[in-house]
């Protein structure tokens, strides 16, 4: 792509020059793309020329990358977050559009001069410049810009959080602004949703710094496996699997925060304030999810036809908002109704393959320049960003200052270490795990326990 002047226009457009093998064959197929698209958001042809196995063709207007127009604003967060977000509108628009008649595609953003997004089309994934690696879908309709370049003065940023309510503002954050990870942790660490942990990295033990008083909280059940058999009874549920069906197969209870991370962003200040931190941000991690897995694996002879018992979702809390693997997980049964289960010893000598415990926590967290916008936003509004103030008005639940509580989560990843025996340190097998978790209990005594409990269910 090449910024030129055409005559006859004042105004710079934009080039594009195609050389070398198959040059020709790609110069037609977006002649012909091209033509059949037209939508504000998308690039617009003005004119195509082919000499001398050169082949070009003349977009409207002077495009500049997404990325690079984003740069301008890094000074502010407020604007980045809000351009952001009417970008997202606007890529939406034109992805919606194209889906119905274009193949397989990837999208290039670019900026026009012009004040809106435009979008161009590659087939390579590895040459786009999207800005959303993640595409977040916002319920709610963000005010028009009607000029972006008038962003560049001051008193814009004033106006833009004028327009915005405290919903949208930390929802744009939350989205647009907040980086994710997934690790996995030792299995038998509680995992306490809605904190905030001090985690910078593979550590053994992670630091907790404050914890919400109250959370809205979700739960998947058991996934994984379709042809799932079940009965509840009152407000419990267990579930059976027919084994040959989840043989080589991974089960996973998810547990969850269902909002955004509203309730942190409006008082994190407050309590980076009351600890004094004042850097490496990264470093808190906002713990949003837990994923609990039960790789089950492959059998080495053919066992008899069987059942895995799983226990209840509610078996996991271990506080108003804490969760952690139960004592008895699960076992095999050859009883449909799972009153006799089966020892370690006597599933594996049927054949029925090992299973094996695995934790995954979900976190999020943001950098220094999200922190100062949320002050800035705060200070606009008229609010002491040191204060609670804003999640009182909101009606959110209280963050407090924990007792320094230390997070047992994962192990040093030393060097030299390969993946297999990292892995090997951080789950466990079931067998293992109910061993140390009650060393002096004999395992098929605690087996039954679990199936005592299952008793009076009745499985279709």
């Given at each position: 792509m090449y910024s030129a002047r055409v005559v006859g226009h004042s105004e710079p457009m934009t080039v594009a020059l195609y050389e070398g093998d198959h040059a020709e064959e790609e110069w037609r197929r977006d002649l012909s793309r091209y033509s059949h698209l037209r939508h504000p958001h998308i690039l617009q042809i003005y004119a195509s020329a082919s000499s001398s196995g050169i082949h070009a063709v003349v977009f409207h207007d002077e495009l500049v990358l997404f990325s690079h127009f984003l740069d301008l604003f890094q000074y502010s967060t407020i604007l980045k977050v809000y351009i952001m977000a009417?970008?997202?509108?606007?890529?939406?628009?034109?992805?919606?559009?194209?889906?119905?008649?274009?193949?397989?595609?990837?999208?290039?953003?670019?900026?026009?001069?012009?004040?809106?997004?435009?979008?161009?089309?590659?087939?390579?994934?590895?040459?786009?410049?999207?800005?959303?690696?993640?595409?977040?879908?916002?319920?709610?309709?963000?005010?028009?810009?009607k000029s972006i370049l008038n962003l560049h003065d001051p008193p814009r940023e004033s106006l833009v959080v004028a327009s915005l309510g405290y919903h949208e503002w930390h929802s744009l954050c939350h989205f647009y602004l907040g980086f994710d990870i997934a690790s996995l942790i030792w299995v038998r660490a509680e995992v306490k949703l809605g904190s905030i942990i001090c985690w910078g990295g593979k550590f053994k033990d992670a630091l907790e710094i404050a914890f919400a008083t109250d959370a809205c909280i979700t739960c998947s059940g058991w996934c994984g496996v379709e042809g799932v058999s079940g009965v509840c009874r009152g407000d419990s549920c267990t579930t059976r699997y027919n084994s040959r069906d989840v043989f080589g197969c991974t089960l996973y209870l998810t547990k969850g925060i269902k909002t955004t991370a509203a309730p942190w962003l409006a008082q994190a200040n407050y309590i980076l304030n009351q600890l004094k931190i004042v850097s490496n941000h990264e470093d808190y991690k906002y713990i949003d999810n837990v994923w609990f897995c039960l790789d089950i694996g492959l059998p080495t002879q053919i066992p008899p036809d069987g059942y895995l018992f799983v226990c209840l979702p509610k078996d996991f809390e271990t506080g108003p908002m804490s969760y952690q693997w139960p004592h008895h997980p699960a076992y095999w049964s050859l009883d449909p109704y799972g009153d006799n289960p089966l020892s370690h010893e006597n599933a594996s000598s049927l054949g029925f393959p090992p299973i094996t415990l695995n934790t995954f926590v979900g976190a999020s967290y943001w950098d220094e320049t999200v922190y100062?916008?949320?002050?800035?936003f705060d200070e606009c509004k008229g609010f002491n960003p040191e204060s609670q103030d804003v999640a009182k008005?909101?009606?959110?639940?209280?963050?407090?200052?924990?007792?320094?509580?230390?997070?047992?989560?994962?192990?040093?990843?030393?060097?030299?270490?390969?993946?297999s025996t990292w892995y090997?340190?951080?789950?466990?097998?079931?067998?293992?795990?109910?061993?140390?978790?009650?060393?002096?209990?004999?395992p098929v005594s605690s087996i039954e326990e679990l199936a005592e409990e299952d008793e009076g269910w009745v499985f279709p």
């Amino acid at each position: 792509m090449y910024s030129a002047r055409v005559v006859g226009h004042s105004e710079p457009m934009t080039v594009a020059l195609y050389e070398g093998d198959h040059a020709e064959e790609e110069w037609r197929r977006d002649l012909s793309r091209y033509s059949h698209l037209r939508h504000p958001h998308i690039l617009q042809i003005y004119a195509s020329a082919s000499s001398s196995g050169i082949h070009a063709v003349v977009f409207h207007d002077e495009l500049v990358l997404f990325s690079h127009f984003l740069d301008l604003f890094q000074y502010s967060t407020i604007l980045k977050v809000y351009i952001m977000a009417c970008m997202f509108a606007d890529w939406k628009s034109a992805c919606d559009y194209s889906a119905s008649i274009l193949s397989k595609h990837y999208m290039v953003c670019y900026y026009i001069i012009a004040c809106r997004l435009c979008v161009d089309f590659n087939t390579s994934e590895h040459d786009s410049d999207d800005p959303y690696k993640r595409l977040p879908w916002l319920s709610e309709e963000l005010p028009s810009l009607k000029s972006i370049l008038n962003l560049h003065d001051p008193p814009r940023e004033s106006l833009v959080v004028a327009s915005l309510g405290y919903h949208e503002w930390h929802s744009l954050c939350h989205f647009y602004l907040g980086f994710d990870i997934a690790s996995l942790i030792w299995v038998r660490a509680e995992v306490k949703l809605g904190s905030i942990i001090c985690w910078g990295g593979k550590f053994k033990d992670a630091l907790e710094i404050a914890f919400a008083t109250d959370a809205c909280i979700t739960c998947s059940g058991w996934c994984g496996v379709e042809g799932v058999s079940g009965v509840c009874r009152g407000d419990s549920c267990t579930t059976r699997y027919n084994s040959r069906d989840v043989f080589g197969c991974t089960l996973y209870l998810t547990k969850g925060i269902k909002t955004t991370a509203a309730p942190w962003l409006a008082q994190a200040n407050y309590i980076l304030n009351q600890l004094k931190i004042v850097s490496n941000h990264e470093d808190y991690k906002y713990i949003d999810n837990v994923w609990f897995c039960l790789d089950i694996g492959l059998p080495t002879q053919i066992p008899p036809d069987g059942y895995l018992f799983v226990c209840l979702p509610k078996d996991f809390e271990t506080g108003p908002m804490s969760y952690q693997w139960p004592h008895h997980p699960a076992y095999w049964s050859l009883d449909p109704y799972g009153d006799n289960p089966l020892s370690h010893e006597n599933a594996s000598s049927l054949g029925f393959p090992p299973i094996t415990l695995n934790t995954f926590v979900g976190a999020s967290y943001w950098d220094e320049t999200v922190y100062a916008g949320l002050r800035k936003f705060d200070e606009c509004k008229g609010f002491n960003p040191e204060s609670q103030d804003v999640a009182k008005k909101l009606g959110y639940p209280l963050y407090e200052v924990s007792d320094a509580m230390e997070w047992d989560l994962a192990v040093d990843r030393e060097d030299g270490c390969n993946d297999s025996t990292w892995y090997e340190e951080i789950c466990m097998t079931l067998e293992d795990y109910m061993r140390e978790v009650e060393p002096d209990l004999d395992p098929v005594s605690s087996i039954e326990e679990l199936a005592e409990e299952d008793e009076g269910w009745v499985f279709p």
